[in-house]
C-alpha cells in the first residue's frame, strides 16, 4: 500500500489533490448510502428505535473520521485542512444525493461541520502517524 501511495503522491500537486478529493469524496457518500441501506432492509420495522439511530450515528462517525485518514495519507500538504474540507463535501454530496427536504436544511449544516471537524482530526491523526513512520 505504501509503494501506491508515494506513485499517488508523485503526481502532479494538481492533479493529485482532486484526485484524493474525488477518491475520499465518493468512498465517503457510497460507505454512507450503502450503510444506510443495509441497516435499513435489516431493521425495517425498528428503523427508527434509539440504539439504531446510536449506532449508525457512530458508525457515520467512524466513516468520516475514517475518510479523513485517508485524506491526510493521501494529500501531504496541508493535509488537516483538505481533510476537513473534503470529508465536509462528501458528506454534503451524501445528503444531497440521498435527497434532503426543505426543511432538512439545518441537518445539512451540522452534518458538514461534524464531518469538517472529525476529517480535520482524521487528517491529523494521519498527519501524526506520517511523522511517527518517518522518524523510524
Not at 29 to 39: D, P, Q, T, Y
Request: include cysteine.
Amino acid at each position: 500500500m505504501d509503494k501506491y501511495i508515494k506513485k499517488f503522491s508523485e503526481l502532479p500537486p494538481r492533479v493529485g489533490v482532486a484526485l484524493s478529493y474525488i477518491i475520499c469524496i465518493n468512498i465517503c457518500a457510497f460507505a454512507r448510502n450503502s450503510l444506510k441501506i443495509i441497516l435499513w432492509y435489516m431493521f425495517r420495522e425498528s428503523y427508527q428505535s434509539h440504539w439504531l439511530i446510536v449506532f449508525f450515528n457512530s458508525m457515520a462517525y467512524s466513516i468520516m473520521f475514517l475518510c479523513g485518514c485517508l485524506t491526510g495519507f493521501l494529500i501531504h500538504k496541508n493535509s488537516i485542512f483538505h481533510s476537513s474540507l473534503a470529508v465536509a463535501l462528501g458528506v454534503m454530496f451524501t445528503y444531497l444525493v440521498s435527497g434532503i427536504g426543505q426543511n432538512e436544511y439545518i441537518l445539512l449544516l451540522e452534518g458538514a461541520l461534524t464531518g469538517a471537524v472529525l476529517g480535520g482530526i482524521g487528517g491529523g491523526g494521519a498527519l501524526i502517524i506520517r511523522k511517527f513512520w518517518r522518524s523510524k
